[in-house]
């Protein structure tokens, strides 16, 4: 019985990966070329707010796996920036890592003999004021903020191509 439903799982696993890796796919064939986000000849000041309007509709939707692109540099950025929120990070991820690792099993080292429950308590002791040291609200403030004056303003100075023009006047 414990077999079948690691069967089940490792099939659920499978499904969800491929679905996963097919978005995925289908996200990065979307990415527009560096040359093409980077236009300089279609960057001119907005003519009106409703230029604007038109402008952030059009370039969110054409660019938006580079728009993903930035936001993830500027997240990597960020956490570079702050090494504690960093180290904070890895630090959780690998001790939750490792408890999972143990599968409900006891800790034993040497003469220390620690439970699950005890490790995720323990965890939770040096996490949480480390967690507040490192200021996670204000990077993911600063986060929102550069991500959005970065693209929202890529987006409103970048004149739609001249191609699109045109099928906007065919329908």
């Not at 690998?94 to 323990?122: E, M, P, R």
């Not at 939770?124 to 200021?135: D, Q, R």
């Not at 990077?139 to 191609?163: F, N, Q, S």
Request: aromatic share 12%.
């Amino acid at each position: 019985m414990n077999v079948r439903f690691q069967n089940i799982e490792v099939q659920q696993f499978v499904e969800r990966f491929k679905t996963d890796s097919t978005m995925l796919r289908s996200r990065v064939g979307t990415i527009r070329p560096v040359n093409e986000f980077l236009d300089f000849k279609r960057v001119s000041k907005p003519k009106s707010m409703n230029d604007v309007q038109k402008r952030v509709t059009y370039n969110l939707a054409y660019f938006s796996a580079n728009y993903l692109i930035v936001f993830a540099m500027l997240s990597v950025y960020s956490l570079l920036k702050n090494m504690l929120l960093l180290f904070v990070l890895v630090f959780v991820s690998a001790s939750l890592y490792g408890i999972n690792y143990l599968k409900g099993a006891d800790l034993n080292i040497g003469f220390v003999h620690l439970t699950t429950s005890q490790l995720y308590v323990g965890l939770l002791v040096i996490a949480l004021p480390l967690g507040f040291l490192a200021s996670p609200f204000s990077t993911i403030l600063w986060l929102l903020g550069a991500a959005c004056v970065t693209i929202i303003g890529h987006a409103a100075i970048m004149d739609k191509p001249i191609e699109s023009a045109f099928s906007e006047e065919a329908v």
